[in-house]
């Protein structure tokens, strides 16, 4: 017998955006083991997540943030986070979510939503720089192409929104590409971030 409590339940529902039946059949796969009940959570809001994927996102929401400073707007995000149906668009939860991923944006600054979004010639040249970076650092050249994998990577997480880890982690601990899948999966749709558009005083755009 799993052992684990109401509180765990929420606790994973909170982490996770799961339903409260999906969370309990985790946390009694996982053992009662929270951070395998949240990949196994994970596994399953991927797992859906392309059975959904071919899906119209023919409705959605503008999320939108302004950071003050001094009493004034300095930063701008306005970010469409795409659904299905205008039910689940018209939700609170899809609408706060759409909210604070603009507010994420504001903190965070990606670059670009996927990794299918970043110029090839753009992750060729930082593959370029890395690969460098090692050989000046006198790593031998069968480690390399490994190195450049992981830095690789972390250049994702740093620059490709569905990649970042939520800046609120106390709300949500996990990417922006967790947070969604776990929304899609408790809304049963297709849903994801179409665009996003930063501006911050002072700052040129790309």
């Keep these: 017998m799993s ?16 339903g409260m039946m999906d969370a309990k059949r985790a946390l009694e796969e ?27 996102q023919g409705e959605g929401a503008i999320g939108h943030y302004l950071h003050r400073q001094a009493g004034r707007p300095v930063i701008g ?20 979510m759409a909210d604070d991923i603009a507010m994420h944006i504001a903190a965070a ?7 299918e979004d970043v110029p090839a010639e753009v992750v060729e040249k ?21 190195i ?24 949500f601990d996990g990417t922006i590409g967790d947070m969604i899948a776990a929304l899609a999966a408790k809304m049963g749709e297709n849903i994801g971030v179409r665009r996003f558009s930063r501006l911050q005083v002072g ?4």
């Design 3 to 18: 052992e684990f409590t109401a509180k765990d339940v929420q606790a994973l529902r909170r982490a996770t955006g799961a």
């Design 30 to 56: 996982a053992g009662g083991d929270m951070e395998r009940a949240k990949e196994l959570l994970r596994e399953k809001g991927l797992a859906d997540a392309k059975k959904r994927a071919g899906r119209q």
């Design 148 to 171: 450049v994998e992981g830095r690789l990577r972390s250049f994702f997480e740093d620059h490709v929104l569905v990649d970042q880890t939520f800046v609120r982690t106390e709300k």
């Design 109 to 115: 600054r990606p670059r670009w939503v996927t990794r």
């Design 77 to 96: 995000v306005l970010v469409e986070l795409v659904c299905e149906t205008d039910f689940v668009a018209k939700s609170d939860e899809f609408v706060e």
């Design 203 to 206: 700052e040129d755009g790309d």
């Design 126 to 146: 930082e593959k370029e720089l890395i690969a460098a970076q090692a050989r000046n650092e006198g790593k031998p050249d069968h480690v390399v192409d490994k």
